[in-house]
């Protein structure tokens, strides 16, 4: 069993930048990512990227949003820019190995951007 750990959320004015980290406690040979689930909304892709670097992003983030891993560490970065109050929702790391349908999640981090 994989534990996913999130790290780096907070409060940030519109505009500002955040880092969110998230630390696996095995090897992810496969895809890691973050999706966002803002209150009364279903929870959204924000960005994945695969143990060789391939990056996905939802529309809505490209160009502020950048996802980054090291897999010797095993963790995944979500480097956040230009925060906009529409990205607060609480974030959650995720992660699937290859040739496996089951997904990891973490906890949550919460990021709130105000106006």
């Known amino acids: 069993q994989v534990q996913l750990v999130e790290s780096g959320g907070g409060l940030v004015q519109a505009g500002g930048s955040l880092r969110l980290s998230c630390a696996a406690s095995?090897?992810?040979?496969?895809?890691m990512g973050w999706y966002r689930q803002a209150p009364g909304k279903q929870r959204e892709l924000v960005a994945t990227?695969?143990?060789?670097?391939?990056?996905n992003y939802a529309d809505s983030v490209k160009g502020r949003f950048t996802i980054s891993r090291d897999n010797a560490k095993n963790t995944v970065y979500l480097q956040i820019n230009s925060l906009k109050p529409e990205d607060t929702a609480v974030y959650y790391c995720?992660?699937?190995?290859?040739?496996?349908?089951?997904?990891?999640w973490g906890q949550g981090t919460q990021v709130t951007v105000s106006s």
């Open positions: 995720y992660a699937r190995r290859y040739f496996t349908s089951y997904a990891y």
């Open positions: 990227i695969t143990v060789g670097g391939v990056t």
């Open positions: 095995g090897s992810i040979s496969g895809i």
